[in-house]
């Protein structure tokens, strides 16, 4: 569900909830938030896959980046927060449960996806995200 206003901790979105980080994960920081950026929802869109953000798991849709220059390590402001990339995530089954996807199509869903199901990222700083905020690399 989007919000207009969230904050960021060491541990992720406070409020945000995504089983596989908080039963399986929960104690990993380099996967405290995962971002995705507009353009590879608008890309899949394009491709007829009706993606909204938050369908995929992410916490954080971003625009303004471009999601092939994000690299490992890389340091995103994002709103008062500040998050350092961490790896890419992987596609996995568990996205069958989209209504757009389904059984039938979750092997072709996740080939898809590939290189494109978000960026899990560590949290340096905790702050205030909004809608809107300008995100952008650290200097």
Not at 12 to 21: A, P
Not at 90 to 111: A, D, H, Q, W
Not at 119 to 132: D, F, I, M, P, Q
């Given at each position: 569900?989007?919000?207009?206003?969230?904050?960021?901790?060491?541990?992720?979105?406070?409020?945000?909830?995504?089983?596989?980080?908080?039963?399986?994960k929960a104690d990993d920081p380099d996967m405290?938030?995962?971002?995705?950026?507009?353009?590879?929802?608008?890309?899949?869109?394009?491709?007829?896959?009706?993606?909204?953000?938050?369908?995929?798991?992410?916490?954080?849709?971003?625009?303004?980046?471009?999601?092939?220059?994000?690299?490992?390590?890389?340091?995103?402001?994002?709103?008062?927060?500040?998050?350092?990339?961490?790896?890419?995530?992987?596609?996995?089954?568990?996205?069958?449960?989209?209504?757009?996807?389904?059984?039938?199509?979750?092997?072709?869903?996740?080939?898809?996806?590939?290189?494109?199901?978000?960026?899990?990222?560590?949290?340096?700083?905790?702050g205030k995200v909004s809608k809107n905020d300008?995100?952008?690399?650290?200097?």
């Amino acid at each position: 569900m989007a919000v207009n206003d969230a904050f960021i901790t060491k541990l992720g979105l406070k409020g945000d909830h995504n089983n596989f980080r908080s039963t399986k994960k929960a104690d990993d920081p380099d996967m405290a938030v995962l971002i995705i950026t507009q353009d590879i929802i608008d890309e899949l869109n394009n491709e007829g896959w009706p993606i909204k953000p938050g369908d995929l798991g992410e916490n954080l849709t971003i625009t303004g980046l471009d999601y092939r220059s994000i690299k490992p390590g890389q340091i995103l402001d994002v709103g008062s927060a500040k998050i350092q990339i961490s790896f890419i995530c992987e596609p996995c089954t568990n996205l069958r449960v989209l209504s757009y996807v389904g059984n039938e199509k979750v092997n072709t869903f996740i080939k898809t996806m590939m290189n494109r199901r978000g960026w899990y990222s560590k949290v340096l700083r905790s702050g205030k995200v909004s809608k809107n905020d300008k995100v952008s690399l650290s200097k």
